[in-house]
């Protein structure tokens, strides 16, 4: 028996076939301060429902797996200081254990399909680390693309990763990368990349139809929707690039690996920019909500006009 609950408004949708789209926790957890971390979790979440859909952030508390979390959970958990930083490996075990913690891409993705959502919106996946070759450092993202049937939109890879490397672990994972209204690959705090996006899509329904499209297929994995951050929000690669070397120097010198660099990495951005990271992170969240919201709709309603036509067959 697993131990899991639903938030109300979770319920009511899944109940009614509703729109629903999940949401991560480290970003609350690991990735902004109190109370900046609160008030953009709420701020995610009035975007989802503003475009006609239900958010679902999704964390493990107690033990007990949230699908959606009711407002007094969703500020403990931002005021929470300890909680785990959970991927697949960790997701069983911290249950297990009666633990408490946070939901990476790869967990909140496998909760997300077991929980039947189809869509997740997120800030940037994790990805290949600078070294990683002789380091190892991937993230369980990527392999997660490759397995679990959930559309993720974010704002491309984190920019403190390799992201050639990245798009290469991707592509030969078979997971379709596709940018949202533009042939460059986003790269996170900044709209653009001289990286060429392997595939391109200008409407949210060609996106839902693709994800059901890979359903019916049978095709394992989801796909990786890259929505540039918006213009007016962006901190440009030239002003990024220098301040990303110096801090994963910072990281090597200190010997921070593991779950504990990105972590690191934002928290130095957020002080060398002056805390422009911080708002351009909020602004792209936001923008991937939106965009999540609609094709999450989208999916819902190909989804009800296939049903009377299965049934008329």
Same mark, same amino acid.
């Given at each position: 028996?697993?131990?899991?609950?639903?938030?109300?408004?979770?319920?009511?949708?899944?109940?009614?076939?509703a729109?629903i789209?999940?949401?991560?926790?480290?970003?609350?957890?690991?990735?902004?301060?109190w109370?900046?971390?609160l008030?953009?979790a709420?701020?995610?979440e009035a975007?989802?429902?503003?475009?006609?859909?239900t958010p679902?952030?999704?964390?493990?508390?107690?033990?007990?797996?949230?699908?959606? /979390?009711? +407002?007094?959970a969703l500020e403990?958990l931002?005021?929470?200081?300890?909680? #785990?930083? @959970?991927? &697949? %490996?960790? !997701?069983a075990?911290?249950?297990?254990?009666?633990?408490?913690?946070?939901?990476?891409v790869?967990?909140?993705?496998?909760?997300?399909?077991y929980a039947?959502?189809?869509?997740?919106?997120?800030?940037?996946?994790g990805g290949?680390?600078?070294?990683a070759?002789?380091?190892?450092?991937?993230?369980?993202?990527?392999?997660?693309?490759?397995q679990t049937p959930?559309?993720?939109?974010?704002?491309?890879?984190k920019a403190?990763?390799?992201?050639?490397k990245t798009?290469?672990?991707?592509?030969?994972?078979g997971v379709?990368?596709?940018?949202y209204?533009q042939?460059?690959?986003?790269a996170?705090?900044?709209?653009?990349s001289? /990286?060429? +996006?392997?595939?391109?899509?200008?409407?949210p329904a060609t996106?839902?139809? #693709?994800? @059901?499209? &890979? %359903?019916? !297929?049978?095709l394992?994995g989801?796909?990786?929707?890259?929505?540039?951050i918006?213009?007016?929000?962006?901190i440009?690669?030239?002003?990024?690039?220098?301040?990303?070397?110096?801090?994963?120097?910072?990281?090597?010198?200190?010997?921070?690996?593991g779950?504990?660099?990105?972590p690191?990495l934002?928290?130095?951005?957020?002080?060398?920019?002056?805390?422009?990271?911080?708002?351009?992170?909020?602004?792209?969240?936001?923008?991937?909500?939106r965009?999540?919201?609609i094709?999450?709709?989208e999916?819902?309603?190909l989804?009800?006009?296939?049903?009377?036509?299965?049934?008329?067959?």
């Amino acid at each position: 028996m697993i131990p899991l609950t639903f938030s109300a408004d979770v319920s009511e949708a899944r109940a009614t076939g509703a729109p629903i789209v999940a949401l991560e926790s480290t970003i609350i957890t690991h990735g902004m301060p109190w109370p900046q971390n609160l008030e953009m979790a709420q701020s995610v979440e009035a975007e989802i429902r503003a475009h006609g859909a239900t958010p679902a952030t999704i964390a493990v508390i107690d033990g007990t797996l949230h699908i959606g /979390l009711e +407002a007094d959970a969703l500020e403990t958990l931002a005021r929470t200081e300890h909680a #785990a930083k @959970l991927s &697949r %490996a960790d !997701l069983a075990v911290c249950m297990a254990e009666g633990g408490t913690g946070a939901t990476t891409v790869a967990a909140t993705m496998i909760a997300a399909h077991y929980a039947g959502i189809d869509v997740f919106a997120t800030g940037g996946i994790g990805g290949v680390h600078q070294g990683a070759e002789t380091s190892f450092d991937i993230s369980a993202d990527l392999s997660e693309l490759a397995q679990t049937p959930v559309s993720v939109v974010c704002a491309g890879a984190k920019a403190i990763l390799d992201l050639p490397k990245t798009l290469e672990v991707l592509e030969t994972n078979g997971v379709p990368v596709i940018a949202y209204g533009q042939d460059s690959f986003p790269a996170f705090w900044s709209a653009t990349s001289p /990286l060429p +996006a392997p595939l391109r899509m200008d409407d949210p329904a060609t996106m839902a139809r #693709a994800h @059901l499209m &890979r %359903a019916a !297929l049978g095709l394992p994995g989801g796909q990786l929707i890259a929505n540039p951050i918006p213009q007016a929000d962006e901190i440009p690669a030239e002003t990024m690039a220098p301040l990303i070397a110096k801090a994963n120097a910072e990281a090597a010198a200190q010997g921070i690996t593991g779950k504990a660099v990105t972590p690191f990495l934002l928290s130095r951005l957020f002080d060398l920019t002056e805390g422009r990271s911080l708002e351009a992170n909020i602004a792209l969240v936001l923008n991937n909500a939106r965009l999540a919201a609609i094709i999450a709709r989208e999916i819902t309603t190909l989804r009800k006009r296939a049903a009377p036509e299965a049934l008329s067959r």
